[in-house]
């Protein structure tokens, strides 16, 4: 972290799950001591912290009223930053890990690749960690991680556990309730998870077909389908 300071380019990290103990070390470093944070958005439970800290950021936020889909607003993003850490040194922050679901650092290293912008990635905790713990589960033995968007087109085998990420909204939430429908009973038993590593933390069994009627469906909300025998 120390070496890319010295010069130009892009330090991704991650806001953690939930809380802000579970960002970690290396990650709260490189944003304390930061000459220029992004966060992606300033929408997720540990940005209080940074703001309790007195820690200064700028993000995208502004970007999402104006995009007409969110491919394009993340390619956007992931230019936007490559072509900043041509100039100079950025610590751009993500919520979860920087490598499990974001959109946005899957493109910022293509984008950064073509550019010859200098980037390094810090591995850090997703939400995956805190489900599996509430869970008990191991994923050594199995486990399948699905895009809620793009569920329609992945190949499912009901043999294998499931995680359903990026259920944002109900309409999502639907789509993806049919889309499994298509491969486990409409009763079939799955999890809902919500607001996981926060006091509000909620983890609920429900029918399959109960899905897109949870009242509290947000950015926040995963589904677990466990593997059927």
């Not at 909204?169 to 607001?195: E, Q, R, W």
């Not at 590593?197 to 389908?225: C, G, M, N």
Request: net charge negative.
């Amino acid at each position: 972290m120390r070496e890319m300071e010295k010069g130009n380019g892009v330090t991704v990290v991650g806001l953690g799950p939930g809380r802000a103990g579970l960002i970690t070390r290396e990650a709260w470093q490189a944003m304390e001591e930061a000459g220029h944070l992004i966060l992606r958005t300033r929408i997720h439970p540990t940005v209080t912290a940074l703001d309790a800290a007195g820690i200064g950021y700028e993000t995208y936020d502004a970007r999402y009223e104006k995009a007409t889909n969110f491919e394009t607003l993340y390619a956007g993003i992931a230019d936007d930053l490559a072509k900043r850490g041509k100039e100079e040194a950025v610590v751009y922050a993500v919520p979860g890990s920087p490598l499990v679901a974001e959109r946005t650092v899957v493109l910022l290293r293509t984008a950064a690749e073509r550019m010859g912008t200098k980037l390094a990635i810090l591995p850090g905790m997703s939400f995956l960690e805190v489900l599996c713990t509430r869970l008990a589960i191991d994923p050594i033995a199995g486990l399948t991680i699905l895009d809620a968007e793009a569920i329609g087109d992945m190949a499912i085998s009901p043999r294998q556990a499931l995680v359903v990420t990026q259920a944002y909204d109900p309409v999502i939430a639907s789509d993806a309730k049919l889309a499994l429908m298509a491969h486990y009973p409409d009763d079939c038993g799955i999890v809902f998870l919500h607001n996981l590593a926060l006091p509000d933390e909620s983890i609920r069994r429900i029918p399959l077909y109960e899905l897109d009627r949870q009242k509290d469906i947000d950015h926040l909300t995963s589904v677990f389908v466990p593997a059927q025998e």
